[in-house]
């Protein structure tokens, strides 16, 4: 996946490897490559590229099909390109070095739960994780708690609100990982 200004991916800074954060969805074609695209965009802005990294899977991937594209239209309002970007699945992603797993919904989760047990400490459901965090603040920053909604096959608002969602999440994680540096 393509997004203007990427630097690499493995970034490095004094020898030290980027910690990597996986975005999963079902086919990686909506969902999973735009909180990849908005999470990588927020690590830049907040000067965070060299220590933290995100890429994205999909649960059911059956070809490598490009980005959908309200996805891509969705992510042009960030300035963003993900038309470069091709599905892969779960299983082409060593998981070893994987500091964080977000599911976009719950039963993303209970499946990377099953599928990688070893992994049940990092894997967690996008708002889960960020709700976490916020309970009895009062805060209520979350526009939408639960599973990230699924635009696949809908009209491009229905990519926009997703986007706009994903974005918030983004911005919130980045925060919070900055917190943990």
Do not use: Q
């Not at 800074?13 to 975005?23: C, K, V």
């Not at 990588?40 to 649960?59: D, P, V």
């Not at 070095?97 to 400490?121: Q, R």
């Not at 894997?123 to 209520?140: I, P, V």
């Amino acid at each position: 996946m393509m997004a203007r200004g990427r630097g690499n991916k493995a970034s490095v800074s004094a020898g030290i490897p980027a910690r990597h954060i996986l975005f999963v969805c079902t086919g990686n074609t909506c969902r999973s490559p735009m909180a990849e695209a908005l999470t990588n965009l927020y690590l830049r802005e907040a000067g965070m590229a060299h220590s933290w990294f995100a890429t994205s899977a999909g649960i059911a991937v059956w070809r490598r099909l490009p980005a959908a594209e309200g996805a891509v239209e969705a992510m042009k309002e960030f300035d963003l390109d993900i038309s470069g970007h091709r599905s892969r699945d779960i299983d082409e992603i060593s998981l070893r070095y994987v500091a964080l797993i977000f599911g976009m919904t719950k039963e993303h989760v209970d499946f990377l739960h099953d599928k990688y047990p070893g992994k049940k400490g990092v894997t967690f459901r996008f708002s889960d994780y960020l709700d976490s965090g916020m309970k009895g603040t009062g805060n209520g920053f979350l526009p939408f708690s639960g599973d990230v909604p699924d635009p696949f096959g809908l009209d491009s608002a229905a990519y926009r609100d997703v986007a706009r969602i994903l974005a918030i999440y983004a911005k919130e994680l980045v925060k919070r990982l900055g917190a943990l540096s």
